[in-house]
């Protein structure tokens, strides 16, 4: 039977090699190619081309090579088969340095330090917050979300999360659902959104959601920083919140378009700062092994492991 490797954005030709060398006694073959559907059994995907993988008669699941899968939940022809994505310690760490990072950088005022050192100016006389004056919330309680609470939590910000279902987490107030969201928002001031982009969410960080988060924090307006996907953001409403003042600050490492279009305005906004979908990333070596390891197991008769639920979208 065959491994099928569907991607778009990626350099294939690693991937393909790196399958191979892990699974020598399966064929490795691209999507790019002329492959028999009948002999696929199991398919690694990223960013692939909607509708390519609707004729695989026998696939048993679909890997996506990312820890998102709204790249492949939102292809309604797909083969009924589990969809798999990752879960991997590595790729969580990272994108908790990146929230830590970018929460660490709005409390100490960095853009103002940057600005005033680029202009050799002493100025030692603004309010100066600790963590603790500070309240973060993080929506989004999943493997990224919870990493990144327990962090934010030892650095001694004041957390609290949000997410579908109801949590219970030591030390932090958990709100959930639309019944929980306009409570969760007023005590926010830097909200750290690490949801899936699902029918459900898509959108969501729009001018209401803004006109919700807390005005009488510390900073002196409520900051966001989105490392979920480009689709749970309204980039209009953004640059219209922080142009108005609702917002006082973004960091953004995902956008509506990516790469994010030279035209767009928020490329040169004073208050946003942008990195290119990387806050985390797959190391492609661990992501592979992973899949082998699990093709293995199920040959082997063992359930799938990080199964998405395809109702839910993640
Ligand atoms: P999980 O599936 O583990 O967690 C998702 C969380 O979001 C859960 O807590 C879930 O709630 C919550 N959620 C989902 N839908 C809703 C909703 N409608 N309302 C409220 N809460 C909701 O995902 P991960 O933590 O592993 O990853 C999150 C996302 O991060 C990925 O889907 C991906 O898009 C993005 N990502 C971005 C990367 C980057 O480099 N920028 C890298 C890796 C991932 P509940 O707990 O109740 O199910
Ligand atoms: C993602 C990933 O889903 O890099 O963005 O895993």
Known sequence: MSF??????????????????????????????????????YVACWRHEPGSLARLPNVKALFSLGAGV???????????????????????????????????????????????QAASEWIDDRDQPSAGD????????????????????????????????????????????EAGLMAFLARTDILVVLLPLTEATRGILDAALF???????????????????????????ILAALDAGTLLGASLDVFETEPLPATSRLWLHPAVTITPHNASMSAPDAVAAAIADQIRDFERGLPLRNVVDRTRGY
């Not at 490795?28 to 559907?37: E, K, L, T």
């Open 211 to 237: 006109a919700g988060l807390a005005r009488d924090g510390r900073l002196g307006g409520p900051v966001v920083i989105n490392g979920g996907r480009g689709g749970l953001q309204a980039e209009a409403d």
């Open 134 to 177: 500070v309240r973060v919330g993080v929506m989004g309680l999943g493997v990224l979300g919870l990493d990144a609470v327990g962090a934010l939590q030892r650095l001694r910000f004041d957390v609290a999360g949000w997410s579908r279902s109801p949590k219970t987490i030591d030390g932090v107030p958990a709100f959930s659902g």
């Open 4 to 41: 099928l490797v569907a991607m778009r954005g990626w350099h294939e030709p690693d991937w393909l090699e790196r399958f191979q060398r892990l699974m020598p006694g399966r064929t490795v073959v691209s999507a790019r190619d002329s492959f028999d559907p009948a002999a696929i059994d």
């Open 70 to 116: 709204d790249h492949l939940v939102g292809d309604r022809n797909l083969p009924p088969a589990p969809i798999v994505r990752v879960v991997d310690p590595d790729l969580t760490h990272r994108m908790t340095e990146w929230v830590v990072w970018q929460c660490l950088d709005w409390l100490r005022q960095g853009k103002t330090y940057r600005r005033q």
